[in-house]
């Protein structure tokens, strides 16, 4: 403790002796350790006074410095949930990394992309995603490709772009599959599955919810179990096999109340399912019961579109 407290009294003695670079320097790392603290808004505050020294200096500082400390603002805005903030500190950073060619353009873009999507603004954070999809530059990795698949397919799906949203998983599913990582492949399934689903293609729907409950079975991995009988509840339901399609989806609304936390959108989305599966059956008083449960718990919850 007395070392910890004899280094942050160092610090705070160079910030009040030191300029330029050297006071910058000083305040980030009293940022730093803030952070790490979770005392996320003093952080702010100290990356965001080492912005503005930095900018005084004008043409005297170095871009990726700045750069870093830009993306150091955004970590910390997101950490307070302030999404949009956040990614107009990460399109200025890549900005400055796109002019200088640094190694964390197309890091700071993804993380552009990550406030974006948390902010419900679909459009934005696609964008940002293409972009680094896009970028010409020596450091990309195949991970780094096949996640950026990813993300752009969840941002495409939340637009309904269905087709474009099912092409960029079946590319990041192609890269993690070159990867040998049945993890991120079988996650992929799931999500293809789903947009054969919504493109009304039972065939299709059925043959991937199939291979991601395959890895479910032998993992035995909770959530992985619980999203594939999703699917493949879905996908029997779009192929007219009902009592099927109910008995996943009941497998997996009972493996979502088996979590420590309920999260009651998917549960709600699950059961509404099971309601149109009833009313498909002909079984009318059962999904009009089911619909009357439901909306006792929908008037309390936050909705979510997507199973």
Known sequence: MDKFD?????????????????????LMELGHDAFHEGKHLESLAFTETARQIYESMGAKVDSSSLGHVYRSIGWCLKELKRFPEAAAAAHRAAA??????????????????????AADEWEH????????LEAVTPDRTDE????????CG????????????????????????????PWQVAFCDEEISFFYYRLKNADQALVYAQRALDFAELTDAPYRVIWANARMGLAKKLA????????HLEVAK?????????????????????????EAQGRLGEATECRRRLKTVEETVVPDPDL
């Open 6 to 26: 004899n280094r942050e009294r160092e610090l705070w003695a160079q910030v009040s002796r030191c300029e330029g670079e050297e006071k910058v320097q000083a």
């Open 96 to 117: 400055i990394f796109q002019e200088i060619g640094d190694s964390d353009l197309l890091r700071t873009l993804n993380e552009e992309g990550d406030y974006w999507y």
């Open 125 to 132: 954070a696609y964008s940002a995603y293409k972009l680094s």
């Open 144 to 151: 780094l490709l096949a996640q950026t698949y990813a993300d």
């Open 154 to 181: 969840f941002s495409l799906g939340k637009m309904k772009r269905n087709q474009e949203a099912l092409d960029h998983f079946l590319k990041s599913r192609e890269g993690f599959k070159k990867l040998k990582n």
């Open 240 to 247: 007219g096999e009902y009592e099927e399609a109910l008995e």
């Open 254 to 278: 009972t493996c979502l109340l088996a979590q420590n936390k309920t999260y009651w959108p998917s549960l709600i989305k699950i059961e509404s399912v099971i309601a149109d599966v009833y």
